[in-house]
């Protein structure tokens, strides 16, 4: 689906709400939509440019799970499935993204917005970078993209994931970042799958999607998608990055990064920016959904029936995961951890609870482990290995932490006070309370 299409239906349904006055890129739009969220909003007049700009499309996963018309608690077994059964996506000469092939490269008249007054520069941050390697095949994944010149950004990359290894690799790549896609595309390039799968097979089983062929290259880029910046990343070619605020909402530090210099920008006719705030509900979203999978398919294949993963919003959507399961043995809840930790390795802390639990509720996690939670039987606490770059208690450079589960589900045999929760009467409020 082209992301315009989608931004008129949720306008039409008065879930959007648009901004008709002029707004700045630098600050102010930032500050509309975090004021704003997780309500969408449409700015159709950015002072700097003749482009509109929406954000808050994706905050929620009740918002993803409404765009593909399913329940919230479909959307790890959808998400699983697409991972398993990827199919690849119809290749077609009449891309929507090439509508608009620009003359020339200026950056400065695109609306990339300054998020933060910490911030390094103008910022993209809903880029999907797609990239490939002779061996592997294609990738995609996020990277987030500092403007510092015209036809100049520099590029956050994370050291030991797919697109680092192809740039030691070759040294310099052919790119294609992709602003302005639909879930199916930004679910899928977040994804955590084995080196050489294309992501975007997983974004095709997830809705049926078009590629085209990029103008500058061989590479296949999401044919929907708003924008297209084409050009080159250079390994040896560096520039400070940052600051900039990453997903646990705390400033980055300043690193030397690789170049990406900007040769071609296409567009729709049409086209809309997708601005996407560092660090708020859409970020957390779609950084740490698209890892539950992994994490439900780790836990299965330890013959524990999982039920559901949550990574929690509050541990920066990324850090902390609830995991729900059907406990059959005694040792399911530890050996979930165990699983889970597998999955993700980024995770700090994780909680396993009974199928009676709902784990979107904190009150309800909270009382698990307050009622079921031992910590002489049902803590785990691993050895210190490393963790996430994102944690700013974890130990600079080696990202070295210490990792801690906990079972809150309650044994298969009661010996003493039931742990189940009383049950009040249902009963029709209206029938009691009406004229």
């Not at 880029?127 to 993209?145: C, I, K, T, W």
């Not at 199916?184 to 997830?206: F, K, P």
């Not at 920066?316 to 809840?333: C, F, M, P, T, Y």
Request: hydrophobic share 40%; net charge negative.
């Amino acid at each position: 689906m082209i992301l315009e299409e989608y931004v008129n239906t949720q306008r039409n349904d008065g879930r959007l709400r648009v901004v008709r006055k002029e707004v700045s890129k630098n600050l102010e739009a930032a500050g509309v939509l975090s004021a704003m969220e997780p309500t969408p909003i449409l700015f159709e007049n950015i002072a700097e440019s003749e482009f509109r700009v929406v954000g808050n499309l994706f905050c929620t996963k009740m918002q993803i799970a409404d765009y593909f018309g399913i329940s919230v608690q479909d959307i790890i077994p959808i998400l699983t499935a697409a991972i398993e059964k990827r199919s690849p996506p119809e290749v077609t000469d009449n891309a929507p993204c090439q509508e608009v092939v620009r003359e020339h490269v200026d950056l400065n008249e695109l609306p990339i917005l300054v998020h933060n007054e910490v911030d390094g520069g103008p910022y993209i941050s809903s880029g999907v970078m797609v990239a490939s390697d002779p061996e592997y095949g294609q990738n995609l994944d996020f990277h987030r993209a500092m403007q510092f010149d015209k036809d100049k950004m520099v590029i956050r990359v994370v050291r030991g994931r797919d697109f680092h290894k192809f740039l030691q690799k070759n040294g310099e790549l052919d790119v294609a970042l992709c602003v302005g896609n639909t879930p199916e595309v930004l679910i899928a390039a977040a994804t955590s799958v084995e080196t050489g799968i294309n992501e975007l097979e997983i974004a095709n089983a997830l809705r049926p999607i078009q590629v085209t062929k990029a103008k500058l290259s061989d590479l296949l880029i999401p044919a929907d998608c708003e924008f297209v910046l084409e050009g080159r990343v250079f390994l040896e070619e560096l520039h400070d990055e940052g600051p900039f605020i990453d997903l646990t909402e705390t400033v980055d530090v300043v690193r030397q990064e690789p170049v990406f210099e900007v040769r071609k920008i296409t567009h729709r006719k049409t086209a809309i920016w997708q601005a996407l705030l560092p660090g708020k509900l859409e970020h957390k979203i779609l950084m740490g959904m698209p890892r539950e999978p992994t994490i439900f398919r780790k836990v299965r294949e330890r013959n524990v029936e999982v039920l559901d993963v949550y990574i929690t919003p509050g541990g920066a959507s990324w850090l902390h995961v609830a995991v729900k399961i059907r406990k059959h043995n005694e040792d399911d809840g530890l050996r979930a951890v165990q699983a889970a930790f597998e999955g993700h390795k980024s995770a700090k802390h994780v909680w396993v609870y009974d199928d009676d639990i709902d784990i979107y509720d904190e009150r309800e996690r909270e009382w698990a482990m307050a009622t079921r939670f031992q910590a002489d039987e049902d803590l785990l606490i691993k050895d210190r290995e490393p963790g996430s770059s994102l944690d700013p208690s974890a130990e600079p450079g080696t990202k070295m932490t210490t990792k801690v589960g906990f079972d809150c589900t309650k044994p298969l045999v009661t010996k003493g006070k039931s742990f189940d929760k009383a049950k009040f009467p249902v009963v029709d409020v209206d029938k009691y309370l009406g004229e």
